[in-house]
């Protein structure tokens, strides 16, 4: 008899493992629905976003027979891209150039197609600011790094946009993207603990593809049950990427949030996250670091600094008089915060909306802030 606390791993025996085969496939199918992508074992499972930023960034420098490449990253990274960047750039093993980027598509096409002459390697964009939600122009700058260096490998970084934008990686209006990476957890309210990669074309196509491409290599290796020869990873999608036992009550999860996903509250959370903006704007003492929408497409994020108070101190007040939950400091993005002066003043107060937030969570966040900003001395 099995045992039901006992989640099995796909290819390992009975007793099970067929039903977590089943879920990864049905996982990796719902994915592949959400992101109109016609073939679903392009989706590697990672253990989280940052799993597969870390599986995009090394298995491209480790595919690769450049000695310290060029490689591209916007200056509003999350740390996820930035670290190990930065630690591959201290140890020499790449050359590192950070790319201004402010999400107008006209002159982000320029600085990136500048930055790209002379040869590129890999180039990370993230799809929307996790400090100030703006939305940059992905297809537009991967174009524009093609035009100077078609070899050039695009990764994106969907964390922000997967769930809470129309987001394609195949077809028309797609992202443009090489690699893709996202979590669970944030626009689809899935659990923490999960993530995925997506692989495209031109980075790896396995044997019986008509062309063999293997622009990326596995940064971890192990078990794969029955799959691969001897002691060599498998050759197919996505198993070479995947080893160990899978995270199946995750994917169960997230398969479950999938089926309940509702893209249209997402884009009202958008709209409602305007109209924050708006009202704050309209505060003595706020200063708002976050576009309106109508001049730069966001997210549902709104940055903000409110004068004389520092941005832990606001957390505090909000939390414990107004009952308004916010994230304040870098944020884990300290390259944004360089980008907007706010480095050195301890970061941003951000407030964000999401698929249950209501008008009235709106009207009272204006309000608390106000008041907030009113009794500052």
Known sequence: MADACNWPSPGRGTGGAGNAASTLDALRHALADAFHEPDADRFVLTHGATDALHLAIHGVIAASEQARPRVLASN????????????????????????????????????????????????????????????????EIAGAIRSEAPDAIVLADACQTAGTTDLRFSGDNALGADLAA?????????????GALWVGPGVF????????????????????????????????????????????????????????????????????????????????????????????GCTGVVAFEVEGISPGE??????????????????????????????????????????TTTRADIDAAIAAVRELAGGVS
Not at 182 to 194: E, N, S, V
Not at 217 to 240: N, Y
Not at 246 to 266: K, Q, T, V, Y
Not at 316 to 322: A, G
């Open 314 to 355: 606001a957390e505090v007040v909000l939390d414990s008089s107004f009952g308004i939950a916010c994230r304040t400091g870098i944020q884990c993005s300290p390259w944004a915060h360089q980008a907007l002066g706010t480095r050195d003043r301890g970061g941003t107060i951000r407030l964000s909306t999401g698929a």
């Open 76 to 139: 509003f990274e999350h740390n996820a891209v930035s670290r190990p960047l930065a630690w591959l750039a201290c140890h020499g093993q790449i050359e590192l150039v950070q790319v201004e980027t402010m999400g107008d598509p006209a002159k982000d096409r320029v600085a990136w197609a500048e930055a790209a002459r002379g040869g590129v390697l890999l180039a990370a964009v993230t799809c929307a600011s996790n400090v100030v939600g703006t939305i940059f122009p992905v297809r």
């Open 182 to 194: 996202f979590g669970a957890h944030k626009g689809h309210r899935g659990p923490p603990g999960i």
């Open 205 to 296: 196509d396995p044997p019986g593809c008509g062309t063999k491409v293997r622009r990326i290599e596995p940064v971890r290796i192990g078990g794969t049950a029955g799959l691969g020869k001897g002691d060599s990873p498998p050759e197919m999608l996505p198993w070479r990427f995947e080893c160990g036992t899978p995270n199946s009550p995750a994917a169960a999860g997230w398969l479950a949030a999938l089926r309940a996903h509702d893209l249209e509250a997402h884009h009202q959370a958008h709209i409602l996250a305007r109209e924050l903006n708006e009202g704050l704007r309209g505060i003595n003492g706020v200063t708002v670091h976050t576009p309106l929408c109508d001049e730069i």
